[in-house]
């Protein structure tokens, strides 16, 4: 038969080395035990850990989780904000309706119309032949409230203005009349 490799190498020369015997452990000492725990309990604590990823993982995760939280504080801070405007808003309306409540001039039988911008638009009101110079002349005022526009006295107007600037459309200058005896603002 042929011989094996192992023979063949021997024949030509090889010297195989000795194999070593595994050699029983020895009891630690007492003297050696102390040393030896604290190592065990770092590798305890090595092993409870969760592997560590790559550090630029954790660093987006991380980015991703404080973006998130931004958002979600920014959308918060926003609805606050908007909440609060409607809160001041929805009191500015209550105290303009107590003000105005009852004191509006507007009667049905006006038939002159006094024109005026507002909201970049020409508006009208109907006024009487005898609110229309009060009007020109600044003691009465036209305020608006709840989309339709109300004529007041001058001190329920700006007392309206106080509240909403918005609130306050038009005030005529008593000064500011034009040589032809018409009011400057005065829009046809």
């Not at 038939?111 to 005898?130: C, Q, S």
């Not at 020109?136 to 305020?143: I, R």
Request: aromatic content about 4%; glycine content about 6%.
């Amino acid at each position: 038969m042929s011989e094996s490799l192992r023979d063949q190498l021997l024949k030509a020369g090889f010297v195989a080395k000795p194999q070593s015997k595994p050699q029983p452990q020895k009891r630690p000492q007492q003297a050696q035990r102390p040393q030896q725990r604290p190592q065990q309990q770092q590798r305890g604590q090595q092993q409870q850990r969760p592997p560590r990823r790559e550090s630029g993982e954790i660093d987006l995760a991380k980015a991703y989780a404080l973006r998130d939280r931004n958002d979600r504080d920014e959308r918060e801070r926003a609805q606050r904000e908007a909440e609060q405007r409607a809160r001041e808003k929805k009191e500015r309306k209550q105290k303009l309706a107590a003000l105005l409540n009852g004191k509006g001039l507007n009667q049905a039988t006006a038939e002159i119309p006094r024109h005026f911008p507002h909201a970049n638009k020409i508006r009208r009101i109907y006024v009487t032949a005898e609110q229309l110079p009060r009007l020109n002349g600044g003691e009465l005022a036209v305020t608006q409230f709840a989309g339709r526009y109300l004529l007041v006295t001058r001190e329920i107007g700006l007392a309206a203005q106080t509240i909403d600037p918005e609130a306050l459309v038009l005030l005529c200058d008593s000064q500011a009349i034009d040589d032809d005896g018409v009011p400057a603002d005065l829009v046809w």
